[in-house]
């Protein structure tokens, strides 16, 4: 099983990026994007079901970033914008059952760089 994260880079602030997350070995019914900047703990960003029925966010993202996923590719999307440098972290995505900030994913990406420059 792998899940394979793309799409970081650098931008300037109020600027835009779309990361992306192939899965590949099985199927999940949720698939979700974390963060973790540098000195701080990984933190929740978004995850969705395999349906696209239930969705969450993080309140510091709500609004600004929408997550998606693509069935037929085995792929999740993280359609970011209005980008800020505190939204500059290393992006992994994850594979489990619940669609939860508190809910454990069993399966985890290599992780991608997004930089905000102010």
């Known amino acids: 099983v792998q899940l394979q994260a793309s799409g970081g880079g650098l931008v300037q602030a109020g600027g835009s990026l779309r990361l992306s997350c192939a899965a590949s070995?099985?199927?999940?019914?949720?698939m979700g994007w974390f963060r973790q900047a540098p000195g701080d703990e990984r933190q929740f960003v978004a995850a969705i079901n395999r349906s696209g029925s239930t969705i969450a966010y993080a309140d510091s993202v709500e609004g600004r970033f929408t997550i998606a996923r693509d069935n037929a590719k085995n792929t999740v999307y993280l359609q970011m914008n209005s980008l800020q440098p505190e939204d500059t972290a290393v992006y992994y995505c994850?594979?489990?059952?619940?669609?939860?900030?508190?809910?454990?994913?069993?399966?985890w990406g290599q992780g991608t760089l997004v930089t905000v420059s102010s």
């Open positions: 994850a594979g489990g059952l619940v669609v939860s900030p508190r809910a454990t994913y069993d399966y």
């Open positions: 070995g099985r199927t999940f019914n949720a």
